[in-house]
């Protein structure tokens, strides 16, 4: 049974840091494109980096690429997100996702198979 586990969520004052993980059973976890994706109720989710199976590359939505930063350690089967200088508009559900397809130009959620069931950011003013 594959399973993606975000942890790390949690309340954070603006200008505060979060590292979010995504531990991860039951899929060749190197084999996978991995991503992190938020949604906050009533918009559509939005893709936030993605990382190819080797990390050696990445994709950063442009609004974010300064402050984010997403890794993995394939021994751990593991996705990392580190988030600083946090704003109240990070304030979203924090979604991974394993995908078949990576792009350094573009990020889209239906090349993600399988997800996770979020953890909960929340940035206070």
């Known amino acids: 049974q594959i399973q993606l586990a975000e942890s790390g969520g949690g309340s954070v004052q603006a200008g505060g840091s979060l590292r979010l993980s995504c531990s991860t059973s039951?899929?060749?976890?190197?084999?996978?494109?991995m991503g992190w994706f938020r949604q906050v109720p009533g918009k559509e989710r939005e893709g936030i980096a993605a990382i190819y199976s080797g990390g050696d590359r990445s994709y950063y939505a442009d609004s974010l690429k300064d402050r984010f930063t997403i890794s993995r350690d394939n021994a751990k089967n593991t996705l990392y997100l580190q988030m600083n200088s946090l704003k109240p508009e990070d304030t979203a559900m924090y979604y991974c996702a394993a995908g078949i397809a990576c792009s350094e130009s573009a990020m889209n959620p239906d090349w993600f198979k399988y997800w996770g069931q979020g953890t909960e950011v929340t940035v206070s003013s």
């Open positions: 039951g899929l060749k976890f190197s084999a996978y494109c």
